[in-house]
């Protein structure tokens, strides 16, 4: 947020920068996300019961982004997310067509990577960004569950691209507390895919540089077909993030 506040006082002394930021921008952020599986994978079988018993697990979020003062052309926006959610317990379930009675141990892996192109909306204000922008999001998961006395292995490749419209709101302060908001969705046919976050953060005040502690919420409401993912699901991934970022303008 420091970079706004400077490419404000910079548009208030040279006529150039009202039309843009005056400022190139390399930043990266990372978080740990305490991220808590509910629903349902191939045509009913509960992630919470059924003996999958997915519980909560801490995933990694990296992302690194470059913004420039050029008109038309995107910012770009890189973004990893490692996701794998596991359980165990005593099911009675058929999983992608395979009846289980036993112990079993149950993996979902929901990790992908993003690709955001962003615009700006060229807004009179220092404090208040809007930005939308379209993403890229490659899944590269699994979901399995393994019989754990019979040995027997069922699952499936969560290997698909999703593009999704994507749109964002930051708010700043002059006192380095700053809160954002930002959706990516898709929806067609029985697929949909719902990405929220929204979070609070502050800039430490150090000059120059931006760095940052920042915590928030995000949900991820996934459903696909068969065409798509060669499994039936419909789940919801959601809870509280932590993490730290980094930002140098130039």
Partial sequence: MKKT???????????????ADLLFTVGA???????????????????????LNLDSENGQQLAVYFEHPLPFIPNIRLK????????????????????????????????HKDLTLVWGLPLPLPFIDINFGLTARQFDGTAEVRGQQTGVRKGVDLDFVMPLLYGEVQIGTP???????????????????????????YDLPIPIVDL????????IKLET??????????????????????????
């Fill in 80 to 111: 990893q997310t490692n996701l794998d959610i596991s359980g165990d317990g005593n099911i009675n379930v058929n999983f992608l067509d395979q009846n289980f009675n036993e112990k079993a141990k149950s993996t979902l892996d929901l990790s």
């Fill in 212 to 219: 940052g502690l920042e915590a928030g919420y995000r949900s």
């Fill in 29 to 51: 952020k990372a978080s740990i996300w305490n991220a808590e599986p509910t629903g349902q994978l191939d045509k009913g079988v509960s992630v919470e019961e059924d003996g």
């Fill in 175 to 201: 006192f380095g507390i700053y809160g954002h908001a930002d959706v990516n969705y898709i929806g067609y046919g029985d697929n949909k895919l719902q990405d929220m976050s929204a979070g609070i953060g």
């Fill in 5 to 19: 506040a400077i490419a404000a006082i910079l548009a208030a002394m040279t006529p150039m920068a009202a039309q």
């Fill in 225 to 250: 077909d068969e065409d798509l993912a060669d499994i039936d699901t419909d789940v919801e991934i959601k809870g509280a993030y932590f993490g730290a970022n980094f930002s140098v303008g130039f």
